[in-house]
C-alpha cells in the first residue's frame, strides 16, 4: 500500500513524497515504512511508488534492512534457550553481556567485516586466552543466523584466522592429589568435632562427584544397605546468579556409586548429628528428601563453600600443592587409574558419556605409575 503527497520546498516548487508499507519488523512486530521524497511529478512518484511496493512484496527490502546485532543476538538467543539448559543459557548470556555485545551490540550486522573481527579475536587471545575461542563461536553463530534470516548474504566470521592457544613454558602443578597428599589433607579435618566437613569432601574424594552433584545429594540417594549413593540431580547457577538443581549433565551423569565402608559409616555418623544439630534450629530432618549439606536455613549451600573450605585448611596449614574443589575428582580418578580400574570402569564412575572423555581430562597418571612403567621397558628392553 503506497501513499502519494504533494508538498512545496522553500522556493515555492511543486515536489512529491512516497510512502509505502513494507510489513512488519519481524523482530519488533511494528510497521516498516519507506519514506521517500523529491520526486518532480506525481507521475515519478507513482513510478517509484510502485517499484517500492514490488520491492516489499519480494522481500527484497527485508534483506536490505538495518539490524543492529544486539537485536539479532536477542531474536538467535530466543530460540537458543530451547535447546541447552538454563545454566548453560545463563553463562552465555553473561558471556554476550560482559564481553561480545560491549564490542558488536551497537554495529549494523551488514557493517561487521572480516577485518574488524580478526581484531576482535586477536585481542580476545591476548586478554582471555581459556575463553576467547567460545566467545568468537558464539559471534559466529549470530552472524549465521543473520544470514538464515537474509540480513546478511555472507558470514564475515569464515574467513577469519582465529588464534592458536599459546601454550605457556613450565609446568602447572597438577589439580590432583596422591594418596599420600589426600591422607595428610583429611589428618586435618577431625570428623567428630567437623563431621560435615569431613564428610563432604570423603564423598567427594572417594565418589568422584562433582561439586554440584555432591551439594544436590538428598538422603533418599544414600543407601545404607547396598552402600552406594544415587546421582540424578546438580545444583548449578541460573539467571541472575540464583541456584537451581537440575539434571546431570549427560545421560551417563545418571549413576549409582559403590562407595567404601569408611565414608558411609561418616555419611551416617553425621546424618545422626544432623538430626540433633537442625532439631535444636527448628528442623526436622528425618525426611527423605532432607538434604545431606545443608545451610543453617536448611537450605542448598552456596557453590562456593567446599572452595572456602578448601582454601582455609590450605591456608591454615601451609599446603603448598594446591587443588581446587575439582581436584577431588581428579584425585579420584588418578586412584583409581593407580589401583587398576579400566577407562571403561573409570569412565562409568565418573559419568562420562564416552571413554575419550576420561583420557582426555584424566591423561595423567601418578609418579608410582611412571616409575613402574619404566622399570616395564627395561625389563622388556633388557640391555
Sequence with gaps: ??????????????????????????????????????????????????????????????KKKHM?????????YAGYINTVRESTYSRTKGMFDNHILPYFGNRHVEDITTAMLQKVVNLWAKEASR???????????????????????DNPVKRVTVPKRQEKAGDDAPNFW?????????????????????????????????????LALTWQDISFTDKTIRVNKTLTQGLKGRQIVQAPKTRKGRRTIPMDAKTMSALKHWRLVQLQKYMALGFNTNKPDQLVFATVHNTHKYLNQPEKWLKSIEDTHNIQHRITVHGFRHSHASALFAAGATIKEVQERLGH????????????????????AAKLVANYLGF
Excluded at 543492529?68 to 538467535?76: I, K, N, P, Q, S
Excluded at 575463553?131 to 548474504?153: C, D, M, P
Excluded at 583429611?186 to 560435615?196: A, L, T, V
Excluded at 575419550?356 to 613402574?372: G, L, P, R, W
Aim: glycine share 6%; aromatic share 14%; charged share 30%.
Design 1 to 62: 500500500m503506497a501513499v502519494i503527497r504533494q508538498y512545496k520546498i522553500k522556493s515555492g516548487a511543486v515536489r512529491y513524497e512516497v510512502q509505502v508499507f513494507a510489513g512488519r519488523d519481524e523482530l519488533t512486530n511494528k510497521r516498516r515504512i519507506i519514506h521517500k521524497r523529491g520526486y518532480t511529478s506525481k507521475k515519478e512518484a507513482t513510478l517509484a511508488a510502485s517499484r517500492l511496493s514490488l520491492d516489499a512484496g519480494k522481500g527484497d527490502l527485508v
Design 131 to 153: 575463553n576467547y575461542k567460545r566467545w568468537f563461536n558464539y559471534v559466529g553463530s549470530v552472524l549465521e543466523y543473520a544470514v538464515k534470516q537474509q540480513y546478511i548474504t
Design 68 to 76: 543492529l546485532f544486539r537485536d539479532v543476538y536477542e531474536a538467535w
Design 353 to 372: 558419556e564416552d571413554a575419550a572423555t576420561t583420557m582426555n581430562i584424566y591423561t595423567h597418571v601418578t609418579k608410582d605409575q611412571n616409575k613402574e
Design 178 to 214: 596422591d594418596k599420600h597428599e589426600l591422607a595428610r589433607f583429611f589428618g586435618y579435618i577431625d570428623p567428630q568435632r567437623e563431621p560435615e566437613k569431613y564428610t563432604m569432601f570423603r564423598v567427594l574424594a572417594f565418589g568422584g562427584l562433582r561439586r554440584g552433584e555432591c
